[in-house]
């Protein structure tokens, strides 16, 4: 028999690998931590954290969330959760969340840090500007404050001065992957190709387990024309994540540079798929609406009678992998009422999405009789048609009983590239199978209707017929 480690035996060992800047190792310690204490918030908030910067955001928000529910005046937690639900899209929810943190903790300089990330996103820029210098103030050895200085700086264009700033930030931690990647990315926008292939190759060596570093090289060599070298880095990135949805499409785009129809069909459709899966994931909300029967209805009415978050599927026995998985792909939002006192009193459901396959599982009851002339329509908050519009159920058929169970598909939603179907198509169609053409070339008309790509395809394909 041997000895038991404890919490603090893994917590700490988590800290040592992060100084290393192997996250995959330090995600794990705090896991086998959590094992031991799932009570002590403190492993939660460093967790979420290294989640995020991976990209595994259901995970991220379901840990960050623990942390809120076990700690609510604790703005550390608050704050993460901010940086999650930012990271995942949900931009306004991301700033009321990070003011919270701040309302709790006005001294916290990662509060004000993610904060600013989420003002740049929202394209706040005053804001954004003002809270980062705010969050330097008041720590300047914070990794996270220098590294939102950069992002700040980035997305408005300043790329030297980006470059600076994650440069401060690597001066405090010198081994973490995504800010090497940050800089390259800054580098490359200069047009400093090997600057930025150098960045990228000292991010890979750090940490081997980063696919967007990978992806990143590979990206450069793909844009210097050398797609044999980009092909093989953008290989290492769908191996490092099989759920990547950029390398994919970039590999793609290497065999169809070389001509290479056939392999390049494999990946621009799993780019797609990937893709998707990723935009099902950051599904936010859904909600049942009361709609005029008989109009075509593509925005959702102030009138909804039934509402519930997606959360992710997870049970008492779940745990977070090194690596992620399937697991995190299954999301879960119980619906309830509006407003208890109305006609809708009683109702209720649940909806489960699997956001790898798009299928989705609808259940309701108690549901009255729609006023006439009216029906009911679903709608995902989060999800768009690939013309843009929110995306819904269709029509729901409610049966005299007020319940409903129905199978669904949300098939492609916004996410994928333009490039991906149009190319897609045109690979198809030089393979001689302009069947398959036309449903690619359409969904690329439904994203820009006058894509000229598109447009093209469809005339070849005319042409040939």
């Not at 809708?344 to 489960?352: H, Q, R, Y």
């Amino acid at each position: 028999p041997t000895p038991t480690h404890s919490a603090s035996f893994y917590a700490a060992q988590a800290d040592e690998f992060y100084l290393q800047g192997d996250l995959t190792a330090s995600i794990l310690a705090y896991e086998r931590a959590i094992a031991l204490t799932p009570d002590d918030v403190r492993l939660y908030i460093p967790q979420a954290r290294l989640l995020i910067i991976r990209w595994r955001l259901l995970e991220a928000i379901y840990r960050a969330r623990q942390a809120t529910q076990m700690a609510p005046q604790n703005a550390r937690a608050w704050a993460i959760l901010g940086m999650a639900y930012d990271w995942n899209g949900d931009i306004e929810r991301a700033i009321e969340t990070c003011q919270k943190a701040i309302e709790l903790d006005p001294t916290y300089a990662e509060g004000y840090a993610y904060l600013a990330e989420a003002y740049a996103d929202a394209g706040r820029w005053a804001e954004a500007t003002e809270t980062i210098a705010l969050a330097l103030k008041l720590d300047e050895r914070s990794v996270d404050a220098y590294r939102d200085y950069g992002y700040v700086l980035e997305v408005q264009g300043d790329y030297w001065e980006a470059i600076e700033a994650y440069q401060k930030a690597l001066e405090i931690h010198p081994n973490l992957a995504y800010l090497h990647v940050a800089v390259g990315k800054n580098r490359l926008a200069l047009g400093d190709f090997d600057g930025a292939v150098a960045d990228y190759e000292r991010a890979i060596a750090i940490d081997p387990d980063d696919a967007e570093a990978y992806y990143r090289l590979g990206r450069a060599y793909y844009d210097a024309g050398e797609f044999e070298k980009a092909a093989s880095y953008l290989s290492q990135a769908i191996d490092v994540d099989p759920q990547f949805g950029p390398a994919f499409g970039y590999l793609a785009f290497t065999y169809w540079a070389r001509r290479n129809y056939e392999e390049a069909i494999v990946d621009l459709e799993a780019a797609i798929r990937a893709d998707c899966a990723a935009t099902r994931r950051r599904a936010r909300e859904f909600y049942v609406t009361v709609e005029e029967r008989g109009a075509e209805v593509t925005a959702p009415s102030d009138e909804v009678v039934l509402s519930g978050e997606f959360l992710p599927v997870v049970t008492a026995t779940t745990t977070i992998s090194p690596t992620g998985g399937a697991l995190w792909n299954t999301l879960q939002a119980r619906l309830t009422p509006q407003k208890s006192d109305s006609a809708w009193g009683g109702a209720g459901g649940v909806i489960t999405l699997h956001a790898d396959s798009g299928r989705y599982t609808l259940r309701l009851a108690g549901l009255p009789r729609p006023p006439a002339g009216k029906m009911y329509v679903g709608w995902f908050d989060g999800l768009h048609t690939l013309a843009g519009d929110p995306f819904s159920t269709g029509r729901l058929d409610v049966q005299a009983d007020g319940s409903l169970e129905a199978q669904l598909e949300t098939g492609w939603v916004s996410g994928p590239r333009i490039e991906y179907f149009y190319t897609l198509g045109l690979a198809y169609f030089y393979l001689a199978q302009c069947d398959k053409s036309y449903p690619l070339f359409d969904a690329a008309l439904q994203i820009d209707p006058e894509e000229p790509n598109a447009l093209e395809g469809i005339r070849l394909c005319r042409q040939a017929e």
